[in-house]
C-alpha cells in the first residue's frame, strides 16, 4: 500500500512540475511574441519612410528549371535508347522613378524554355533542343499624379517572342486613361483609348485595332518570398474576336543567400494566335478554318525549378 501511495504523489509531482513548466514556457513564448511583434512595427515604420524617398527604385528576380536523362536499353518503354532534357529560365525586372508629382514605372518579364528528345536509334530524328516557351513582355508606365491614388497615364507595352519567331506575330500597345494605385504595390491601369498594333509576316492574318487596355500588376517582397502576378488585356472596338488577354504569375523563396525554388505559370486567350496557328495545319484540318469557327483554346505554361534573386 505504501509503495502505491509512493507512485502516487510520484506521478502528480511530475504532472504538476509539467504543467507549471509548461505553463512558464507559454509565458516566455507570449513575451518573445510580444517582442517580435515590438520590432517588426519599428522595421515597418522605417519601410514606411523608406518608400517614401524619391528617385529610382530597381529590382529583378528569377528561375532557373532543368532536367537531363539518357537511357541505354531500357526496353519497358518506347525509346530504350534516348536522352532527354528540358531547360526553363524566367526573368523578371523592373526599375521605377518615383517622383512626388508623377512615375515612370518600367518592367520586363521573359520566359524561356527548350525541350529535347533524341531516339538514338532513329538517325532521322531531331537531336538538339527546341523551343518550347517563349515569352517577352516590355511595359512603360507614366503618370501625372492628380491624388495620392490616382493619376493620368499613358502606356506602351509589347508582347513577342524571341527564340523562333521574333515580331510574329508581335503586339503594340499605346493609349492614354487613368492609373489606379490603391495599395501599396498595386497598379491598375485603365485606358479607354488604346490602339493595339499587330506586326506579322508571311501568310499570317492579324489585325490591329482601336479599344481599351486593362493592366492589372502586383508586386511585392514578404521576408524570403518574391510574388508578381500581371494580367494585360485588350478588349477591341472593331471585333471581339481582335481582343486577347495574357496573365502572368511567378514565386520564388529563398532558402540560402540569393538561391531558392521558383515557380511560374501564364495563361493566355488569343483567338487570333488560334486561327493563324490553324491555318498552318492546312490541309490536315478540314474545312479551312476561318477566324469565326476557330476553337479559341485557352494557353498556358508554367516552369518550376531553381531561383536567384538579384
Known sequence: MKKILCLAFLLLAITTTSAQT???????????????AAIQKRI????????????????????????LSGFNNWFAQGIPNNSAGNIGITFNGYANLLQKKYFWKNSLTTNFAWVKLD???????????????????????????????????TLTEYRTTILSNFNDPGYLDIGAGITWTPIKNLVIVVHPVNY???????????????GAKLVADYTRRIGAINFKTNLSAFLSYEDTDYSNWTWTNSFTYTLW????????????????EAYNFALAQVPEIVPTPTLENTDNELQSFWNLGVSYTF
Request: cysteine-free.
Open 196 to 210: 493595339n498594333f499587330v506586326f506579322s509576316e508571311g501568310d499570317a492574318q492579324y489585325e490591329s485595332s482601336l
Open 22 to 36: 509548461e505553463e512558464e514556457l507559454k509565458k516566455e513564448q507570449a513575451v518573445k511574441k510580444d517582442s517580435i
Open 257 to 272: 543567400k540569393a538561391i531558392g525554388v521558383g515557380f511560374d505559370f501564364g495563361l493566355r486567350s488569343n483567338k487570333q
Open 119 to 153: 531516339d538514338r536509334d532513329d538517325p532521322t530524328d531531331d537531336d538538339g533542343f527546341r523551343e518550347a516557351t517563349d515569352v517577352f513582355n516590355f511595359t512603360s508606365l507614366f503618370g501625372y499624379r492628380l491624388t495620392r491614388t490616382l493619376a493620368v497615364s
Open 44 to 67: 515597418d515604420a522605417i519601410q514606411a519612410k523608406l518608400d517614401t524617398i524619391t528617385g529610382w527604385k530597381i529590382g529583378a528576380f528569377g528561375t532557373v528549371g532543368g532536367s
